[in-house]
């Protein structure tokens, strides 16, 4: 089935630095994915839409010069928090439907960052 | 986004018994309802998802019912397995999925042996 792999899983970073996160679409190409954010034991909250070839749609409270979002790709999109904070520290995970087969929403494993 | 209210919060079934999880939606332009099971640390992973068209779907021991005049839809575990213990999360989205998803807030499910 179509796979999404996330990098890094997980990482640690201080305060104020900028972390980059990585999703691609392993078998298929996605024109759109979804970026997530999950705080501990809650669910899920769309972030943005990264549409490749054009800019990001943010949802509603969600900073865009903060969370830069690049979709360099058909196949990869990035994530980038910048000047981190520990506030920032959660659960963030990519999507991308699969239009070509089922337009399923197939889901990366997570990448949890950590800001000290 | 258009609210997807899920209930109960947590839920503890014995072993072989039947989980049942429900989930309730505003938007009636939602044409996609699927469930995702998530274990700690891991991402979502899709378990069975409906469309509008049908009243029902079961693959092995999940089913999904739908009812879109009351605008809710539910996930039946048959058999319920200690292996099962995992958040479930329903969600909504239009596109078939492809428009993006509205989660509900999650079930933590205990399947006692």
């Known amino acids: 089935g179509a796979v999404v792999s996330q990098h890094p899983s997980w990482v640690i970073c201080k305060s104020g630095t900028s972390v980059k996160i990585e999703c691609r679409s392993l078998d298929f190409q996605a024109t759109t994915m979804f970026w997530y954010r999950q705080f501990p034991k809650q669910s899920l909250m769309l972030m943005a839409t990264s549409n490749e070839g054009s800019k990001a749609t943010y949802e509603q409270g969600v900073e865009k010069d903060k969370f830069l979002i690049n979709h360099a790709s058909l196949t990869l999109s990035t994530l980038t928090v910048t000047s981190a904070h520990p506030e920032d520290s959660s659960f963030y995970i990519c999507?991308?439907?699969?239009?070509?087969?089922?337009?399923?929403?197939?889901f990366g494993e997570g990448s949890r960052l950590t800001v000290l | 986004q258009q609210q997807v209210k899920q209930s109960p919060q947590s839920l503890i079934v014995q072993k072989g018994g039947i989980s049942i999880i429900n989930c309730a939606y505003e938007n009636t332009a939602f044409d996609y309802f699927p469930w995702y099971q998530q274990f700690p640390g891991k991402g979502p992973a899709l378990l069975i998802a409906?469309?509008?068209?049908?009243s029902e779907k079961k693959e092995g021991r999940f089913t999904i019912s739908f009812n879109k005049s009351a605008k809710q839809f539910s996930l039946h575990i048959m058999d319920s397995q200690p292996g099962d213990s995992a958040t479930y999360f329903c969600?909504?989205?239009?596109?078939?999925?492809?428009?993006?998803?509205?989660f509900g807030k999650g079930t933590h499910l205990i399947i006692q042996p």
């Open positions: 999507s991308a439907p699969n239009r070509v087969n089922t337009g399923e929403l197939f």
């Open positions: 409906i469309r509008p068209d049908v």
């Open positions: 969600a909504a989205g239009g596109g078939g999925g492809a428009d993006g998803l509205t």
